[in-house]
């Protein structure tokens, strides 16, 4: 009895400390911001959700050197390729009445978002500096709160910054009490493109699956 309990003592050391070592690797890691403004427009008829052109500008990109987002932080600059001064963001997406993405049957229609412009300032073009297709739309504060989160796994990264392979764009403003189930537009939304921080759930599922491999490997010996 005393030699499982400490078995068991020993496991949810092991675990505890999986987790704090998940938690802080986390925290090293760069966590680069992408701050975009936008107008945006949902026609229920073509289930679609666009930002064109015209209508989305990447603002700043922010980085753990520069992470107050009230500050200037670095502009995404529009170059000579854009109008604007600041850069070009664009999205377009399917999303059904029920907040799920889906692929349309029309292939000139995709999911995809991207961010084009430049971080030099005297730029003499424009390039693509982040882009992604967005894969799953969680909406489930949508209607009460005008916020909406969309998952995207990216397909191409000019900026420098490791984003890595999947991004959140994190979009608030978007009016409360819309619905996918009625035409409607938006004309001061804002985003936040970034990584998704691990969350604190996962992490405790993992450790306690660690702690469980951790008594079974003791068990059998």
């Known amino acids: ?30 966590t680069p911001d992408i701050l975009v403004s936008f107008g945006a427009d949902y026609s229920s008829a073509d289930q679609r959700l ?9 603002t700043r990109l922010l980085t753990d050197a520069d992470p107050d987002p009230n500050s200037f932080g670095n502009f995404i600059f529009g170059g ?33 978002f991207v961010v084009r412009g430049s971080l030099v300032s005297n730029s003499e073009g424009t390039m693509t500096l982040l882009k992604g297709t967005i894969t799953e739309a969680r909406t489930a504060a949508f209607g009460t709160g005008g916020v909406i989160d969309l998952v995207a796994t990216v397909t191409e990264n000019n900026t420098g910054e490791p ?14 009490g819309n619905s ?42």
Do not use: H, Y
């Open 163 to 176: 984003f890595g392979k999947t991004v959140r764009i994190t979009a608030q403003n978007l009016g409360i």
């Open 80 to 112: 000579s390729g854009l109008s604007q001064f600041f850069g070009q963001f664009e999205l377009e997406v399917s999303i059904d009445q029920s907040g799920n993405v889906f692929t349309s049957p029309n292939p000139s229609v995709v999911n995809e």
């Open 1 to 30: 009895m005393t030699k499982l309990f400490q078995l068991g003592r020993n496991s949810v050391i092991i675990a505890v400390g999986l987790i704090l070592a998940s938690t802080a690797n986390a925290g090293l890691l760069p």
């Open 180 to 221: 996918f189930l009625n035409d409607f537009s938006i004309s001061s939304g804002q985003a936040n493109i970034g990584r998704p921080v691990p969350e604190p759930t996962s992490l405790a599922c993992f450790g306690v699956f660690a702690c469980g491999l951790a008594v079974r490997r003791k068990l059998r010996s």
């Open 50 to 58: 666009t930002v064109l052109g015209d209508q989305g500008i990447a």
